[in-house]
């Protein structure tokens, strides 16, 4: 009677639920369908990365960063605040 492998927990999108097989393909799924511009098609690392794009090429700010990506991407939830000091 041997011992039991802990199961290892597989990484997990938060934005959508979702489990992966190993890191590098969660990283690529949140870039393709969670961090990517839908204006110039950029993929960006993270959900802050991708609101500092948004406000230093088009010039959105705050709730409209928010309207914006909802608009465009129904499936990620991530709320980002940034001091208006830019």
């Not at 041997?2 to 992966?20: A, D, I, L, M, T």
């Not at 609101?51 to 608009?71: A, C, D, F, L, V």
């Amino acid at each position: 009677m041997g011992r039991k492998k802990k199961k290892q927990s597989k990484p997990w999108c938060w934005y959508c639920n979702r489990e992966f097989e190993d890191e590098k393909i969660l990283i690529q799924h949140q870039k393709a369908k969670h961090f990517k511009c839908h204006i110039c098609h950029k993929k960006l690392y993270t959900g802050p990365g991708l609101s500092i794009h948004y406000i230093e090429i088009y010039g959105m700010e705050g709730k409209s960063i928010i309207r914006h990506i909802y608009k465009h991407q129904s499936s990620a939830v991530f709320y980002v605040t940034l001091p208006n000091t830019f």
